[in-house]
T-cell receptor, first 113, second 113 residues
Framework: ETGVTQSPTHLIKTRGQQVTLRCSSQ?????VSWYQQALGQGPQFIFQ???????GRGNFPPRFSGLQFPNYSSELNVNALELDDSALYLC????????????FGPGTRLTVL | RKEVEQDPGPFNVPEGATVAFNCTYS??????FFWYRQDCRKEPKLLMS???SGNEDGRFTAQLNRASQYISLLIRDSKLSDSATYLC??????????????FGSGTRLSIRP
């Protein structure tokens, strides 16, 4: 296994609610990326955090926000949930070198009703 | 046009067969190329990097054609355990593989006994 953990594994919310997803990176990894994977699609890059700062962002609206903590764990927050936010949310951690492999966690499956 | 495009499949082939997938990318200045494998309801895992000269890892061979902007994956002597979705991944210009990677939608492969 990759050593990357995510919680919760599954979540059901209703439109308009807010959600927080959590990711614990592999030991020694200071960088976390978040991805959204809709059914039948590949993962899409949301943003990346490096040493507690946002380090790049994909084409997602501001209601998708994140945090990284001093222990390098991370949170993804989504406000004003929409039906299209239903997806598998993956985090990936890496040590921070320019050619590092990204190690993915098992994901959180979010369903918005 | 999508940045990374793949034939979604499914490819349904008998055990022992050879199967090949292609993936095209739109930005000619893309930097790095990879194949990931994703089992049903699991996280993506790096299968192999793709180098300009082509590279092989056991039964798997990856090729890059920069002129035509495609990468390929060949699987020889396919096993039942090769059944999965294969995701083509590209690093866009200006990014490292550690910062932002773009996934294709994946090609689903099913190996039958």
């Amino acid at each position: 296994e990759t050593g990357v953990t995510q919680s919760p594994t599954h979540l059901i919310k209703t439109r308009g609610q807010q959600v927080t997803l959590r990711c614990s990176s592999q030991s020694g990894h200071n960088t976390v990326s978040w991805y959204q994977q809709a059914l039948g699609q590949g993962p899409q890059f949301i943003f990346q955090y490096y040493r507690e700062e946002e380090n790049g962002r994909g084409n997602f609206p501001p209601r998708f926000s994140g945090l990284q903590f001093p222990n390098y764990s991370s949170e993804l927050n989504v406000n004003a949930l929409e039906l299209d936010d239903s997806a598998l949310y993956l985090c990936a951690s890496l040590a921070g070198g320019s050619t590092d492999t990204q190690y993915f966690g098992p994901g959180t499956r979010l369903t918005v009703l | 046009r999508k940045e990374v495009e793949q034939d979604p499949g499914p490819f349904n082939v008998p055990e022992g067969a050879t199967v090949a997938f292609n993936c095209t990318y739109s930005n000619s200045a893309s930097q790095s190329f990879f194949w990931y494998r994703q089992d049903c309801r699991k996280e993506p895992k790096l299968l192999m990097s793709v180098y300009s000269s082509g590279n092989e890892d056991g039964r798997f061979t990856a090729q890059l054609n920069r002129a035509s902007q495609y990468i390929s994956l060949l699987i020889r002597d396919s096993k039942l355990s090769d059944s999965a979705t294969y995701l083509c991944v590209v690093t866009p210009p200006g990014y490292s593989s550690a910062s932002k990677i773009i996934f294709g939608s994946g090609t689903r492969l099913s190996i039958r006994p």
